[in-house]
């Protein structure tokens, strides 16, 4: 039990503060915003009316503006006089045609009535305050335009209580008059139009329809707008007419004529409250402070959401283009490299090569990974097991094999660079391969990650590092990702001669070329991407042996694997960091034109970005035409379907393999983008952390050589090939400066470097 709770303290010492709270609020934020312009905007129609349905009983008599009646029923208020006419407008503001209108109509001195759409409001509060300030009445017309009689109540409600709160924001008045879109004459209001315009009027608005419909939205001509608009010799009512949602410059034309014609017949000009013979208090209230603050807020925050929404779909084509093209480069060089893999003639380059093996608490599985180098093909070679202060006995249990060519060296725990400088001290060779405890190697790996070393312009090699068990969905994902991911990278990085990362399982690094670049780093969690990016800048190329095959463990739980990850992440964007540089500067290297740049584009700043177009996809389900969305998702996923199937086959793997990839998509790639983003937020905020050790189970599956090598022995049953031999502590090994430290058995090497890489 202590021990258990020893090791949960220790985790909770190891994982650095998960930020969650600025990520949540950020994300939060970003949600609100969506849905808030979602929901306004949802139901947004088109300009237009309703034909007179001359059904029974359900139709509207007598008058264009209405108040409620007993029973949730209508009651027409009477219009006043003959001949008097009252000019309304739907559905702006509109900076252009709003204005336009309403210089007409203060040109010839004759009052009217706008009802305005809150989307427009929030849009162009300035165009409504114009309007008030020129003395024109205003009214609802609902947020964004849509048939009351196909929305539920609460959306109902929401849209118009949205648009009293715009205007009381704009100009700070509450409209009392409301006309439902798509409403025309009374004889259009059908019985349920009635009863949803009747709960509307209990809340106290004046429902107001129209006597004349000039149906101008159908953009008829301005000789039939006018004919339509202009009532039978003697009849008063409402001329309904729209200044916005689209070319209104029919409109325009018509106005400038109507006004004249009627005029001249006798026609007097008044607004729908002197139409029925209301004062400018019954049709419009004083908002308070609170509410014209409240509506500030809310014209606000709708202005922020159109620029979020803006700039995220934006950024999904951006993204999506940026994807696109990385899918196309990564298949074009993989399609290069493999052609330059098939015409080079293998090299028969078998030098002396120390292997180093740092490990900490890898009692699982260091004898199966340790017996698995001790079986490589290899006529010279050496195993250093470097024991980074283990607690659970690894140094031991590679004692306890006894094989020859291995020894241990036991120091304290420093972390993975320093064990990696130790070994790399204590080592009799020039060529070092550096393996993690949690690998294992085929017979014939050693012999090709060395290979490309005939060259002498390389100075180190990354190897083909693959999952070692794939038993549950979790190490599924991360063996289509060491394929399609890692590995299509790698070889778009050795034809541009530019790779920023030799991984921890497998690597093999000239020693001069590690030396010059100051050895390994503690610098950064990402000791390998580095040390890969210095050697790179010093003009040493680094290549990739896609057929030196080395098995690894991964992480088989969310917690283990994110730990990993994380360490992954930030280590990487400590590099970029530290090598900077290299961007700007003209070094002998590629890496820092070429690399870096791909590497922050790809790994750092398209993960971070992608949880806001995620988003912003969902949006496009929920809010707009799902059609283009989903036949988005579909074609990105058929592509990257393909790009799967080649690099399985690039790889030799069976393509069943990626049967788990359309889950990945909704779940997997979205842990990475977390991933990414809290090791932003760490490095932003400047947090320490340190090397963080991911639990073994020691399991692999028992054969996972590629059909075309699969003579050879899996990685669970190489054959041991060394004799047993119980003195790990060669004389080689002591004469380099190790001494034997006090309380250590036979074997069991304590020192510090005789040799120090600078």
Sequence with gaps: MRRDKARDIGRRIERP?????????????????????????????????????????????????YKAGSEGSLRPLPEQGDRRVALTFDDGPNPKWTREIMD????????????????????????????????????????????????????????????????????????RLLRPPYSATPEAVTADDQQQLGEIAKRGYLITLSDFDSEDWRQPGVEPIIENATPEAGESGAILMHDGGGDRSQTVEAVEELIPRLKERGYTF???????????????????????????????????????????????????????????????????????????????HTPPVSIIVPAFNESKGIQDAVRSLVGSEYPDFEVIVVDDG????????????????????????????????????????????????????????????????????????????KVGSRKGLIARWQHIEYVMAFNLDRRLYDVLECMPIVPGAIGAFRREALEQAGGFSGDTLAEDTDLTIAVGRLGWRVAYAEDALAYTEVPTTLGGMWRQRYRWSFGTIQAVWKHKAALIRREPGKVGRRGLPYLILFQIVLPALSPLVDLFALYGLLFLDPVPVIATWVAFSL????????????????????????????????????????????????????????????????????????????????????????????????????????????????????????
Excluded: C
Aim: hydrophobic share 45%; proline share 5%.
């Design 390 to 465: 283990s607690t659970d006995g690894t140094g031991e249990q590679v004692e306890s094999l006894g094989l020859d060519r291995v020894r241990v060296i036991r120091q304290s725990n420093r972390g993975k660079a320093a064990a990696l400088n130790t070994g790399t001290s204590a080592a009799a060779h020039e060529i070092l391969v550096t393996v993690d405890g949690d690998t294992r190697f085929l017979p014939d790996t050693l012999r090709r990650v060395v290979e490309p070393l005939a060259d002498p312009r390389v100075g180190a090699v990354a190897g083909n590092s």
């Design 270 to 348: 008044t607004t729908v409250a002197g139409l029925v013979g209301l004062s400018e208090r019954e049709v419009a209230i004083s908002g308070s402070g609170a509410e014209k603050t409240r509506g500030q807020l809310l014209i606000n925050a709708l202005e922020a959401a159109r620029v979020v929404t803006a700039v995220l779909g934006g950024l999904l084509v951006l993204m999506g283009m940026l994807a696109v093209a990385r899918m196309v480069l990564v298949f074009f060089f993989a399609r290069r490299h493999a052609r330059k893999v098939r015409a080079k003639t293998p090299a028969d």
């Design 17 to 65: 503060p998960a930020h969650w709270g600025l990520l949540a609020l950020v994300v939060l934020s970003f949600v609100v915003l969506l849905v808030t312009q979602g929901l306004s905007t949802q139901a947004t129609g088109d300009s237009g009316t309703l034909a007179p349905t001359g059904g029974e009983g359900g139709s509207l008599r007598g008058s264009a503006v």
């Design 104 to 175: 007409v109509l203060e040109r010839e001195d004759v009052p009217a009535t706008f009802f305005v759409t809150g989307d427009n409001v929030s849009r162009h509060p300035d165009v409504l305050e114009e309007v008030h300030d020129a003395g024109f009445e205003i009214g609802n017309h609902t947020f964004s335009h849509p048939n009351l009689t196909l929305v539920p109540d609460w959306q109902v409600d929401l849209q118009v209580d949205m648009t009293e709160s715009a205007v009381s924001g704009a100009i700070g008045l509450k409209p």
């Design 639 to 758: 592509l990257l379907l393909a790009i799967g199937i080649y690099a399985f086959r690039l790889d030799r793997e069976q393509l069943r393999g990626l049967w788990p990839m359309p889950l990945q998509q909704f779940v997997y790639r979205q842990l990475m983008y977390l991933v990414v983003l809290q090791s932003l937020i760490s490095a932003l905020q400047g947090a320490r952390l340190r090397w963080q050790h991911v639990e073994r189970t020691g399991e692999f599956d028992d054969d996972l050589a590629p059909p075309e090598r699969g003579s050879a022995p899996g990685p669970g049953s190489v054959p041991v090939t060394a004799r047993a031999d119980a003195t790990l502590f060669s004389e080689k090994a002591g004469a380099a400066g190790n001494e034997v430290g006090d309380g250590h058995s036979a074997g069991q090497t304590r020192a510090e470097p005789a040799r120090t890489a600078k």
